[in-house]
């Protein structure tokens, strides 16, 4: 018998197609959002949201990553360039999307027409965290009726967003939820994080993400 | 639940590994988890057993080290491990805070023959 060193990151597979997913994009000055939220927070909302109020401004494409059915991709297909839907159900993660999924939906797309990709996650706190898809951005959204408390019980998918949107926010004489403690857990595991109050509901706030992304695709996408 | 694809790369790792080593047996894999990685072993060991099976890895052993959580007061560079769910310095009381340890999720070493 003999013992063999590895020291090899498990994850490392995932993270090499999403480098790969990266190198790609940034060839066709495609800047890309993951959006990541618990089911029911308001990912297909947000999307809806931001498509109507980029439209004419950038060609924006949506992969809807779900475990199973059609239905989050038959809501936006009318209002995106291009909807990719991925079904998790029978790959070896259900509960997130990974690189490679990506990285075959990217095949099925129109690259050159697109400026904007945004990926809707599957609803999951836990195992998004983990993989990285070869996105620009990571953005968390947390809902009033899911309380406060979510940065302390599901601390890692905080800790890497680059930005946490408060949703339904119309929501809130209606809810305990403490906006000042949930700020400040989560500006305590991530300084740097951008943090945005809005409701998909009725609108407000949603001029102010839109305009944050159009700032990021314009600070990090070299114009053609 | 996100375990399968994550052991799929451990069976490759260690067939790979086995073979650069002109193995022929896996007997033990010994992989470093950490507290905070959402991994859980007995899931990993579950997958491990179906996905191996008729590989060089077929019947290894996994062994699990586990790495506690420290994280890194951002103030005034205390190293701590967290005592409670609220993340807060023990020495300055700071709220500021960042993982310093306990994401790890690697292959350490193997034994094969």
Redesign the interface.
Known sequence: MKRIEVIQNVLEANDTIANRNRQLLDKHRIFVINIMSAPGAGKTSLILQTLARLKGKLNIAVIEGDVASTVDAEKVQSKAKVVVQINTRNMPESCSLMAAMIESALKDMPLDDIGLILIENVGNLICPAEFTLGEHRRVVISSLPEGDDKPIKYPLIFVDADAVIINKMDLLPHVDFDIAAFRRSITGLNPKVEVFQLSCKTGEGVERWCSWILEQVKTNVVKR | ??E???T???V??AST?AGE?Q?NKV?KIN?VVGE????VPDCIQFYFDSLSRDTVAQGAVLHFESVPAELRC?DCSTVFRPQD????CPECGG?????FKG?E?????????
Do not use: D, P, Q
């Open positions: 639940m996100h399968l694809g994550v799929e790369n451990i490759n790792i590994k080593a193995a007997i992989l905070l990685s959402g991994f951002r769910t609220l993340w807060s709220r500021s805070i960042e993982i994401r999720l690697y292959i350490e070493s193997m034994e094969v023959e």
